[in-house]
T-cell receptor, first 107, second 113 residues
Framework: EDKVVQSPLSLVVHEGDTVTLNCSYE??????LLWYKQEKKAPTFLFML????IEKKSGRLSSILDKKELFSILNITATQTGDSAIYLC???????FGTGTRLKVLA | DVKVTQSSRYLVKRTGEKVFLECVQD?????MFWYRQDPGLGLRLIYF???????EKGDIPEGYSVSREKKERFSLILESASTNQTSMYLCASTFGGAYTEAFFGQGTRLTVV
């Protein structure tokens, strides 16, 4: 059975902290790993990772994929209150999502 | 911009009612998905469709059915609504093939009383 697991389930940090969110997967016919951010409404796309070891970066967010160990991490540096959200990862194809990590950043 | 539109933002239905949730996308996407989202459980896949009249069960299809008569429209049907189907329902669509991001609708918050 395909599955995607995220950890931690929730996280509370203070502004300026750096956080690392984890996503592991066991998916047949894996093609890519995607990260989304969900605030109050629909998830919005952050990154798509297809190759091991190549970091994708957007501002304070970065992500990397390890296809040998079947996991990905999402890093957020210098966190801000606006980073508070649920972060979801998904495996492309059947689009199986993990449980999400709820991040709360305190001022 | 890609637009995925769900017909209702909020719905309240009674136990035993037949409920239709509609989703329309305007980007000629081949694939469409229905998820439900519950606290602590993430997005769970109910059904997906990769072509008109084609459907595949996801992880939690029990109590649901779907219909895709036209490429742009994917309907989720609760045959006989129950209180444990109270949830947020999200529709998504993608192009066919690999390496495609999903575009989501705004969600329908369904309450079954």
């Amino acid at each position: 059975e395909d599955k995607v697991v995220q950890s931690p389930l929730s996280l509370v940090v203070h502004e300026g902290d750096t956080v690392t969110l984890n996503c592991s997967y066991e998916v047949t016919n894996f093609r890519s790993l995607l990260w989304y951010k969900q605030e109050k409404k629909a998830p919005t796309f952050l990154f798509m990772l297809t190759s091991s070891g190549i970091e994708k970066k957007s501002g304070r967010l970065s992500s990397i994929l390890d296809k040998k160990e079947l996991f990905s991490i999402l890093n957020i540096t210098a966190t801000q209150t606006g980073d508070s959200a649920i972060y979801l990862c998904a495996a492309d194809g059947k689009y199986i999502f993990g449980t999400g990590t709820r991040l709360k950043v305190l001022a | 911009d890609v637009k995925v539109t769900q017909s209702s933002r909020y719905l309240v239905k009674r136990t035993g009612e037949k409920v239709f949730l509609e989703c329309v996308q305007d980007m000629d996407h081949e694939n469409m998905f229905w998820y439900r989202q519950d606290p602590g459980l993430g997005l769970r896949l109910i059904y997906f469709s990769y072509d008109v009249k084609m459907k595949e069960k996801g992880d939690i299809p029990e109590g649901y059915s779907v219909s895709r008569e036209k490429k742009e429209r994917f309907s989720l049907i609760l045959e006989s609504a129950s209180t444990n189907q109270t949830s947020m329902y999200l529709c998504a669509s993608t192009f066919g093939g690999a390496y495609t991001e999903a575009f989501f609708g705004q969600g329908t918050r369904l309450t079954v009383v």
